[in-house]
């Protein structure tokens, strides 16, 4: 089976960087993908690894070491509307159902 | 593009009637789509697989008869709470895997949330 796991809450301030980190078991592996969710939102795409190594898309970066089943997110610059739930998530290569971690609660303050 | 479409946003019924909820896919066609429950504070929990023309896969747990979920088009997946109790009461999503462009993603739905009473 599929297990993913992150800390449970995460608290930073204006303009900071804060890193959401996720470890993962898994029977195959095909990609660490995050996921931001606001209060009564749905889930977001942010960021998708297939390989090590960093992808970079704005403000918002990921990281992912296959051979640690290992990767984090890291969020830079950050501002209030950051204030959110992410979440990690790996593909089941059979049919490509999406499991996800138990979430981080992001809170930015001021 | 790759919009899912989720009606009705939030939905009120009374204990032992039944809910459709309505995913579209606006401008692709989605051969699957999966749908999740999410409690609140929780992590959004798989609940089925439903493939265009054929029966969906659920889960480990979850009620098939309770949960009927209908894939009849390429465009179009539904899933029905029968004889909901105050129980089934959840924020409901059905997802769709983004194709071409964002690599590794899948879209949501706006989600339905549900309240039996």
């Known amino acids: 089976g599929q297990s993913l796991e992150q800390p449970s809450e995460v608290t930073a301030v204006e303009g900071a960087i804060v890193q959401i980190n996720c470890t993962y078991q898994t029977s195959g592996f095909y990609g660490l993908s995050w996921y931001q969710q606001h209060d009564g939102g749905a889930p977001t795409f942010l960021s998708y690894?297939?390989?090590?190594g960093l992808e970079e898309t704005g403000r918002f970066s990921s990281f992912l070491s296959r051979s640690d089943s290992y990767g984090y997110l890291l969020l830079q610059e950050l501002q209030m509307k950051d204030s959110a739930s992410y979440f990690c998530?790996?593909?089941?290569?059979?049919?490509?159902?999406?499991?996800f971690g138990q979430g981080t609660e992001l809170s930015v303050k001021p | 593009g790759a919009v899912v479409s989720q009606h009705p946003s939030r939905v009120i019924c009374k204990s032992g009637t039944s809910v459709k909820i309505e995913c579209r896919s606006l401008d692709f066609q989605a051969t699957t789509m999966f749908w999740y429950r999410q409690f609140p504070k929780k992590s959004l929990m798989l609940m089925a697989t439903?493939?265009?023309?054929?029966?969906?896969?659920?889960e480990q747990g979850v009620e098939k008869d309770k949960f009927l979920i209908n894939h009849a088009s390429l465009t179009l997946s539904t899933l029905t709470v029968t004889s909901a109790h105050p129980e089934d009461s959840s924020f409901y999503i059905c997802?769709?895997?983004?194709?071409?462009?964002?690599?590794?993603?899948?879209?949501f739905g706006s989600g339905t949330r549900l309240t039996v009473v």
């Open positions: 439903s493939n265009e023309g054929s029966k969906a896969t659920y």
């Open positions: 690894n297939a390989l090590d």
């Open positions: 997802s769709a895997e983004i194709s071409g462009g964002r690599v590794g993603g899948y879209t």
């Open positions: 998530a790996v593909r089941d290569g059979q049919g490509g159902k999406l499991i």
